[in-house]
């Protein structure tokens, strides 16, 4: 009976608990307020701005930032990192200092360096990284560009800086050497003043000829930009959230000096050149499987006379020729598309076009379609790897070759190969006019292919001489 008893009670104890008279339902464990002090996280421990949101992303920026209140002070504080435990970490740190230290001291382990204690290959690594990572938004430019920035800086910084220039510069080790002793540099000898004794500099080297003092006022001014968009409002932003501060870009105060008239004047005849570049070019195309010295030199004249259809009758960038891929091209459709591919970024999003083709030019092109070896319209020993800054260009041999055939035919000028496109670029002026001139050749806006491309050398008379009528001129006696 007694057992009976038992488990009935039992059976009630576990579904009505504490209802059962002399019954009672065991004490609840309760934590002590030290106890929970004890596992409370403190603002200086990482945990504490991971919880809650305390670290919050702002605007389009991908660093984390916190609201921080500390002596009357209320201020958002970032700490300079996109991965939030890593922020987490700076901020318990920071409010650690902050606590017994101050603001300043605090700041101090977010922005330890100043101007005068970074180099200049520190800067240019770290503006790099702004530039191609701005952020939620932010417009991403070619890498080459901000490669070529780099370069522009880095030459400067050399000239400035005294760092003893040899031919060797340029190739292999020398250009290691050569680079390492830059960006050795402080950055703090980068000033206004000595940027300007730079380019006074470059500018009496040029002595008093007019076309070497037009062609140095023009390398100057392009250095200057390079230099000045490395050292943009944006990139300083950036660069003192990660612990550099700068007060002003040595480049902001220095104005461009006036270049003069920079519009392509042509001294050649499109008609004779062409009949040239197809006799001695545009040869018969040997066998696929002919592996002789001959057969390779007809294979590279071809190349040659690829390069120089599709920037005399395309008006393609060097770039944009040494990545054409043969999908780019739509001979039904009669047109080229110059877009993004894998192998190859535009130079802006103005450069992504597409360029119309003449039927002979389709013809031209199709011609080479049966030899056909790859993917590219161009062929070339040297594999597509990397950027264009990094290694070259893909199909270098040929543009020697043609640079140095269009030299025995006269044109003599710095880029021969980019005359070709010049050319092209006149040629659609004067037919066309200069709207369809800029969007042909991917142009940022007419203002630019005002300043370079419209090609003068056609003049039209005003017409005012209509005036005159029929009126007949006599000619004056000669006195005695």
């Known amino acids: 009976m007694d057992d009976q008893v038992k488990t009935g009670v039992d059976e009630l104890t576990r579904s009505n608990p504490g209802k059962v008279t002399g019954l009672k339902e065991p004490a609840k464990k309760t934590r002590s307020a030290g106890s929970r002090k004890h596992r409370t996280k403190g603002k200086d421990q990482a945990g504490y701005w991971l919880d809650k949101n305390r670290l919050v992303q702002r605007g389009k920026s991908?660093?984390?930032?916190?609201?921080?209140?500390?002596?009357?002070?209320?201020?958002?504080?970032?700490?300079?990192?996109?991965?939030?435990?890593?922020?987490?970490?700076?901020?318990?740190?920071?409010?650690?200092?902050?606590?017994?230290?101050?603001?300043?001291?605090?700041?101090?382990?977010?922005?330890?360096?100043?101007?005068?204690?970074?180099?200049?290959?520190?800067?240019?690594?770290?503006?790099?990284?702004?530039?191609?990572?701005?952020?939620?938004?932010?417009?991403?430019?070619?890498?080459?560009?901000?490669?070529?920035?780099?370069?522009?800086?880095?030459?400067?910084?050399?000239?400035?800086?005294?760092?003893?220039?040899?031919?060797?510069?340029?190739?292999?080790?020398?250009?290691?050497?050569?680079?390492?002793?830059?960006?050795?540099?402080?950055?703090?000898?980068?000033?206004?003043?000595?940027?300007?004794?730079?380019?006074?500099?470059?500018l009496k080297k040029a002595g008093t000829d007019p076309l070497k003092l037009k062609a140095a006022r023009a390398t100057c001014n392009s250095y200057l930009r390079s230099c000045r968009a490395l050292f943009s409002s944006n990139v300083l932003e950036r660069l003192q959230r990660k612990g550099i501060e700068l007060n002003q870009s040595p480049f902001a105060e220095i104005t461009p000096i006036k270049e003069g008239d920079h519009r392509y004047r042509s001294s050649i005849s499109r008609e004779v050149l062409v009949q040239q570049a197809i006799r001695e070019l545009k040869v018969a195309m040997p066998d696929p499987e002919e592996r002789t010295l001959e057969a390779k030199a007809k294979r590279d004249k071809n190349e040659q006379f690829k390069v120089f259809l599709l920037a005399l009758f395309c008006g393609l960038r060097r770039g944009e020729i040494?990545?054409?891929?043969?999908?780019?091209?739509?001979?039904?459709?009669?047109?080229?598309?110059?877009?993004?591919?894998?192998?190859h970024k535009p130079k802006s999003d103005t450069s992504c076009r597409d360029v119309p083709l003449d039927p002979q030019t389709v013809d031209m092109i199709r011609s080479y379609l049966p030899f056909a070896a790859g993917a590219f319209f161009l062929e070339a020993e040297a594999k597509p790897e990397g950027s264009r800054t990094d290694r070259g260009y893909r199909c270098n041999r040929h543009f020697k070759a043609l640079t140095a055939w269009l030299r025995k035919k006269g044109m003599d000028s710095k880029a021969p190969i980019h005359d070709l496109r010049r050319e092209f670029g006149s040629f659609v002026c004067e037919n066309t006019g200069i709207h369809a001139a800029s969007v042909i050749l991917g142009h940022s806006g007419v203002a630019v292919t005002e300043k370079y491309y419209l090609d003068v050398s056609r003049k039209t008379p005003p017409g005012i001489g209509k005036l005159l009528g029929g009126t007949k001129v006599r000619a004056s006696k000669q006195a005695g």
């Open 62 to 202: 991908t660093e984390y930032y916190a609201r921080i209140y500390w002596d009357n002070r209320d201020r958002w504080v970032s700490f300079g990192s996109s991965n939030k435990r890593i922020a987490a970490d700076r901020a318990a740190a920071f409010y650690g200092r902050l606590k017994f230290e101050g603001w300043e001291a605090a700041f101090s382990l977010i922005r330890p360096k100043k101007a005068a204690s970074v180099t200049v290959g520190e800067f240019i690594e770290a503006a790099e990284e702004a530039l191609t990572h701005p952020g939620r938004g932010g417009k991403i430019p070619n890498p080459d560009t901000v490669r070529q920035y780099a370069i522009a800086f880095r030459k400067v910084a050399g000239d400035v800086g005294g760092v003893r220039k040899t031919a060797k510069r340029f190739h292999g080790k020398g250009s290691e050497v050569y680079r390492k002793r830059v960006n050795a540099l402080p950055l703090s000898k980068i000033t206004k003043e000595a940027v300007e004794g730079w380019r006074s500099k470059r």
């Open 322 to 343: 040494d990545f054409l891929t043969w999908g780019q091209i739509h001979l039904a459709e009669g047109f080229i598309r110059i877009e993004e591919t894998r192998f």
